[in-house]
């Protein structure tokens, strides 16, 4: 007698292999797709801290995000800030947009709920919109 595998014995453990991977594959596409969403969500919610902590410690708007250096720990990439040129009434707004182009809108929007459509520089973007008073 023969030792070793058949023909069908090597194509039905093929196909059960194929039909694992069919399964399995867009479950480890959704867990990618959505830590890369958390991961955003998370960025701009230091980045709105960071904004925050600017205004009222310098007394004034920040006009990039490299102007956040001091803090964050480490700004990260793929991320554009404008803001208003002054306060007006006491408040002013800026705003914080993904440029990465990687996680869609909606998923970013089930990780932050502030998220919102932010236009910067005539592009919009996923983003937040940071409101701050003048105190001083």
């Keep these: ?3 070793g595998f058949t023909l069908v014995e090597l194509l ?3 196909a ?3 039909a694992l991977m069919a399964v399995a594959t867009p479950m480890a596409l959704s867990a990618v797709r959505t830590a890369k969403a958390s991961q955003v969500a998370q960025n701009l919610n230091a980045l709105k801290s960071a904004v925050e902590q600017y205004v009222y410690s310098q007394r004034d708007l920040p006009s ?3 102007t956040l250096k001091d803090y964050m720990s480490k700004i990260p990439d793929g991320y554009k800030l404008t803001s208003d040129s002054t306060f007006t009434n006491g408040l ?3 705003k914080i947009g993904y440029t990465g182009g990687d996680v869609s809108f909606s998923d970013l929007s089930k990780q932050y709920s502030d998220v919102s459509t932010v236009t910067i520089d005539n592009t919009p973007y ?3 919109s ?3 008073r003048k105190w001083w």
């Design 64 to 66: 990039t995000i490299t």
């Design 92 to 94: 002013a707004n800026v």
């Design 1 to 3: 007698m023969r030792k």
């Design 126 to 128: 996923p983003g937040i």
């Design 130 to 132: 940071v409101q701050v």
């Design 12 to 14: 039905i453990v093929l």
């Design 16 to 18: 059960v292999i194929a």
